[in-house]
């Protein structure tokens, strides 16, 4: 069974510029987060969809951050413009349902200089 | 929220040795797991284990719900055991259910 693929593995932008990431979840997965890694910390969520609709996106800075999740399969988290402060790993992780057991992918690695 | 805390942040032993990491937490969970972060940032699943004693080969976790408390045992360590091991929680309190992850165990295994 194919993992969660995300791309690009890695990004270099400078600030100001916008930058978007692209999710493949487990097949059948209905629901699918992502997370925001920095460096030295755990991951923390940033939204999370149950299909297409959205759960939680507390923790998204919606000011310069958008997350779609269209026809409830692909994902793609935007970043507009970017800041010093986004440099980090975004992780999309999906489950079967709602409270299973999350899967992740290999994660992009931002850098904005 | 809930807060999570693993101990020790660090850990060096030799090949071959055992060891205990710890996941405290706050509140009743629905949901814990145990991840290995390899050098190149894949989190790798190890245990789904919101209670009870699972085993994996040279792995096993033990959650105590009632105490709000998780151990990931490792035996036998090899070189490849080597990175950052998270626990992740997700509170009982219903609706959303993002992992909320610990700060890790940092492990390095010498040969």
């Known amino acids: 069974e194919a993992g969660v693929a995300q791309s690009p593995r890695y990004k270099i932008i400078e600030k100001r510029q916008s930058v978007a990431f692209w999710c493949n979840p487990i097949?059948?997965?209905?629901?699918l987060y992502w997370y925001q890694q920095i460096l030295g910390q755990g991951p923390k969520l940033l939204i999370q969809f149950q299909n297409n609709g959205v759960v939680d996106d507390s923790q998204l800075p919606k000011d310069r951050f958008s997350a779609e999740r269209l026809k409830g399969v692909d994902s793609t988290l935007k970043i507009q413009p970017a800041k010093l402060e986004d440099s980090a790993v975004y992780l999309c992780a999906s489950s079967f349902d709602l409270s299973y057991e999350q899967y992740f992918g290999p994660g992009t690695r931002l850098t904005v200089t | 929220g809930i807060q999570v805390e693993q101990s020790p942040p660090d850990l060096i032993l030799q090949e071959g040795a055992n060891s205990t990491l710890r996941c405290n937490f706050s509140?009743?969970?629905?949901?814990l797991q145990w991840f290995h972060q390899n050098p190149w940032g894949q989190l790798i699943n190890l245990f789904y284990i919101p209670s009870g004693t699972k085993q994996n080969g040279r792995l096993s976790a033990t959650t105590v719900a009632t105490e709000r408390y998780s151990l990931l045992y490792i035996s036998s360590s090899q070189t490849t055991d080597s990175g950052v091991y998270f626990c992740?929680?997700?509170?009982?309190?219903?609706?959303?259910?993002?992992?909320?992850f610990g700060k890790g165990t940092h492990l390095i295994i010498q040969p």
């Open positions: 992740a929680v997700l509170n009982s309190g219903g609706g959303a259910d993002g992992l909320t």
């Open positions: 097949s059948g997965h209905a629901t």
């Open positions: 509140d009743s969970v629905n949901n």
